[in-house]
């Protein structure tokens, strides 16, 4: 049986259409059952509560649940390594940040790439750095501290939450910028490091806004910039970095969203708009700020933003940890 033309081309037009109305009918779908979204550090802490706030919110947007999962383990490469071997059809994602994203990356031997076996989703809010020191610290602002590291490099000390980790990276970049030299004393986490900071037992630390902000308020410790481009509104007093005369000193603790890699794009558009919501939400923006973190403005909201600020942070940050020999195995 002979087709006409017209027939012929109708028949290919329409089969030309079908991935498109495929993927238009698979997002209007998804999500038809819950969401699991690995929170790859123990219950409680920083990337575990913003992982339950957003799931909350998300899954009004969603109508299906976003169960959170915390894989703890391995600097939280265990839980980044089961969403990178996880099936890319949008229910199983990850809540990562800067330390399991791009630290991580220079650190340990991996089993998978943080950047190509990732789709990312989108930005959430960052942790900056802050400079903070014992209260009995002769320096008064960051100019004295830096003229009094250098004049003290066999004697000062910095405290760490561990090896590796923000505050340890931190350091060395800190020592980098501004030409000191100093012992780092490693912790096992930051409440005992703080604890021996509020004892005099060492003389500064590179801490987050979580746990150093109520010290800092109540006079037990000093604090000396804010390790960003902008003031926290939590501590407004607190100078940043470029205001207290080390510009460009930048370490943020950032978090995001990715999904497995191959994700399909309509379903990472669905994803998108649903954390885009959650973070204009003024209760979501509210409980993140009472955690000391910043959100991210819409237009560094998008898939196409946290890809090309993931590369960023991975060409500034590796060559720091490799130079500095940074390894924990």
């Known amino acids: 049986m002979k087709l006409s033309r017209r027939k012929l081309l109708h028949l290919a037009t329409g089969a030309a259409a ?4 495929s993927g238009i009918a698979r997002a ?3 999500p038809t059952r819950p969401i699991t979204l690995v ?5 409680g802490g920083p990337v575990d509560t913003i992982a339950r706030i957003l ?10 649940p976003l169960l959170v999962e915390n894989i703890a383990g391995a600097a939280g490469s265990l839980g980044v390594g089961r969403v990178a071997r996880a099936a890319p059809d949008g229910y199983t994602l990850i809540v990562g940040q800067w ?10 031997k991996l089993q998978y790439d943080t950047l190509a076996d990732f789709a990312p989703i989108a930005l959430l809010s960052n942790n900056p750095g802050l400079i903070v020191g014992r209260k009995n610290l002769p320096a008064n602002d960051m100019k004295e501290l830096v003229a009094w590291l250098k004049a003290n490099p066999e004697t000062a000390t910095q405290g760490t939450p561990g090896a590796g980790g ?11 910028v501004t030409g000191t030299k100093y012992q780092f004393v490693p912790y096992r986490g930051a409440a005992p490091m703080i604890q021996d900071l509020l004892a005099g037992q060492f003389d500064i630390a590179i801490d987050t ?10 006079g037990a410790i000093k604090g000396f910039a804010v390790m960003s481009k902008t003031r926290l509104a939590a501590v407004p007093d607190l100078p940043t970095a470029d205001e207290a005369g080390v510009p460009g000193l930048y370490l943020l603790q950032w978090n995001a969203v990715w999904a497995p890699k191959g994700t399909p794009g309509d379903i990472v558009t669905k994803l998108n708009q649903a954390i885009v919501r959650a973070m204009a939400d003024p209760a979501v923006r509210q409980r993140l700020a009472d955690l000391g973190q910043e959100i991210y ?6 898939p196409e933003a946290l890809a090309e600020f993931q590369k960023t942070e991975l060409h500034k940050w590796g060559p720091i940890i490799t130079a500095a020999n940074i390894r924990v195995e």
């Open 99 to 108: 330390s399991t994203h791009v630290a991580n990356a220079a650190i340990y």
């Open 166 to 176: 923000f505050g340890h990276i931190g350091g060395v970049f800190f020592q980098n």
């Open 39 to 43: 929170a790859p550090f123990p219950a």
């Open 209 to 218: 806004p979580t746990t150093s902000i109520p010290q800092i308020r109540s």
């Open 55 to 64: 799931a909350e919110h998300m899954r009004g947007s969603l109508g299906q």
């Open 28 to 30: 209007q779908a998804y």
């Open 18 to 21: 079908l991935p498109a109305f």
């Open 297 to 302: 403005p819409p237009e560094l909201q998008t």
